[in-house]
């Protein structure tokens, strides 16, 4: 069974630029959650999508926001990157309304 | 309310020692109780999950206890060896809002 998949893998960006982080879920999981990651720092939540619908919402600014496609895959944007935004920004799928995250490996994004 | 507070920051163990990392949690919603291990560059990985119903669970040699009066859960690893040395992070869900929420981490270094 394939795990989630994250891409890119590492993504580097000016600030101001905009940034799209892609994720594909185990297949037959329809939630997927997004986590950032700040170096050294604890796990963050920021988005969760089911079916389609953003469930709830992180304390972060508008500018992180997402969607969920109909083969349950999601992006996460990040617009006006600033310097903090650079993070591992870790994916996450379960069954819907289960508990049982599992992660994938991450996108590694960088401001500069 | 909704924090899950980790300790300690780090820590170091010979080969053989039985590290053990506590959480601590304020919302009684909680029902759901993962731990997760990390290893650097890779996503969080879940290693063992407890309910609340439950005072103790053991998978191989990790062993979560968990204190439901005191609202405390902790993970023990028998026989650490090095190849255990990573980030370890407790975390709490509950059926409100299906998201976990993330202690800050446990950075353990077993040395042989």
């Known amino acids: 069974e394939a795990g989630v998949t994250q891409s890119p893998t590492h993504l580097i960006k000016t600030r101001v630029q905009q940034a799209t982080l892609r994720c594909s879920p185990i297949s037959g999981h329809t939630s997927v959650y997004w986590y950032q990651q700040a170096l050294g720092l604890g796990l963050q939540f920021l988005l969760w999508y089911d079916e389609g619908e953003e469930r709830n919402r992180g304390n972060f600014p508008p500018r992180f926001s997402g969607r969920q496609f109909p083969n349950y895959s999601s992006e996460l944007n990040v617009n006006a990157l600033e310097l903090e935004d650079s993070a591992l920004y870790l994916c996450?799928?379960?069954?819907?309304?289960?508990?049982?995250?599992?992660f994938g490996s991450g996108t590694r994004l960088t401001v500069v | 309310q909704q924090q899950v507070k980790q300790s300690p920051q780090s820590l170091i163990v010979q080969k053989g020692g039985i590290p053990i990392i506590n959480c601590a949690y304020e919302?009684?919603?909680?029902?759901?109780f993962p731990w997760y291990q990390q290893f650097p560059g890779k996503g969080p990985a879940l290693l063992i999950a407890i309910r609340p119903d439950v005072s103790e669970k053991k998978e191989g040699r990790f062993t979560i206890s968990f204190n439901k009066s005191a609202k405390q859960f902790s993970l023990h690893i028998m026989d650490s060896q090095p190849g255990d040395s990573a980030t370890y992070f407790c975390?709490?869900?509950?059926?409100?809002?299906?998201?976990?929420?993330f202690g800050a981490g446990t950075r353990l270094a077993v040395h042989p």
């Open positions: 996450a799928s379960s069954p819907v309304l289960a508990y049982g995250y599992t």
């Open positions: 975390a709490a869900a509950s059926k409100v809002n299906n998201k976990l929420i």
């Open positions: 919302n009684t919603a909680f029902d759901y």
